[in-house]
């Protein structure tokens, strides 16, 4: 997890800002999410039985099915690379965290 920095809101009808939330008591969700095994197995054997499909990362799954989820705190840096431009901030970082070391800073 990491802290949000970007405003976070909801949106309602016709695109519409329904809320803001208060971004000091929110976090991103990053990747990796661990969990035991036979949990994580169970709660997927109990979404396929019951058709769901509707979960959107191993965590809501969890969460739904009654298991407790604590929070670790990591880089902000641990991206998930999903797009092209995800792809080229990697690179980006990359190469800063390179020059770190070449330079010494």
Do not use: W
């Not at 990747?31 to 809501?60: M, N």
Request: proline fraction near 4%.
């Amino acid at each position: 997890m990491t802290p949000a920095i970007e405003t976070i809101i909801t949106a309602g009808e016709d695109n519409r800002i329904a809320d803001i939330a208060d971004r000091s008591s929110c976090r991103l969700a990053r990747a990796p999410q661990c969990f035991f095994l036979k949990d994580i197995f169970a709660a997927h054997k109990k979404a396929q039985a019951e058709g769901r499909t509707d979960f959107i990362d191993s965590a809501y799954l969890m969460r739904h099915y009654g298991h407790s989820l604590f929070m670790v705190e990591g880089p902000v840096e641990n991206i998930k690379i999903t797009t092209p431009i995800d792809y080229h901030v990697f690179r980006a970082i990359y190469k800063a965290k390179e020059n770190e070391q070449i330079i010494g800073v």
